[in-house]
């Protein structure tokens, strides 16, 4: 031991002055709000952040519900109405939030166990190949989102 730890003293500071892997993009703070209908789409939000490089979501997957789209709330002469959303350009070091009011996902189906756990895994698709696996907390309809840095499940 004794003859390893100026080495890693001497490693420690190269490390953090490298760049090894380029930052990737990743999401967090993903969250569902459950409607209260059976028959009417639940939402979901999150935040993602850039990574190096600009990438674009172009989709969202989940065992877990029937159907999932990303929308945009848009206000078009005073009435607020929503479009689904194909794309969204997620740039280098950026943030982009899906947050109540503006861009949510719609999800169909939300699967009773997955209700039952509090949490679904959502899969996001990335324009560079990447699917970023991420646990989405489930709140009962009407809930206000989880407070920020309750999630400590957001994978790579
Ligand atoms: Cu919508």
């Known amino acids: 031991m004794r003859a390893i730890l100026p080495l890693l003293a001497l490693a420690a500071p190269l490390a ?24 009417t789409p639940s939402a979901g939000y999150f935040v993602a952040h850039g990574g190096a490089s600009d ?15 990303m929308h945009e709330s848009v206000s078009e002469n005073g009435m607020m109405s929503m479009k ?16 109540p009011g503006g861009k949510h996902l719609m999800l169909w189906g939300v699967n009773d166990t997955a209700i039952s756990r509090g949490k679904m895994q959502l899969t996001f698709l990335l324009s560079n190949g990447d699917r970023l696996l991420v646990d989405a907390v489930i709140q009962k309809p009407g809930a206000a989102a989880p407070a920020a840095g309750a999630d400590a499940h957001r994978q790579h």
Do not use: H, M
Request: glycine fraction near 8%.
């Open 16 to 39: 953090l002055g490298a760049c090894g892997d380029p930052a990737p993009t990743y999401i967090d703070q993903a969250w569902v709000r459950l409607s209260p209908n059976k028959d």
């Open 55 to 69: 990438v674009q979501l172009r989709g969202v997957l989940t065992d877990y519900a029937l159907k999932v789209e």
């Open 84 to 99: 689904p959303i194909s794309s969204v350009d997620i740039p280098a070091k950026g943030k982009v939030a899906f947050a």
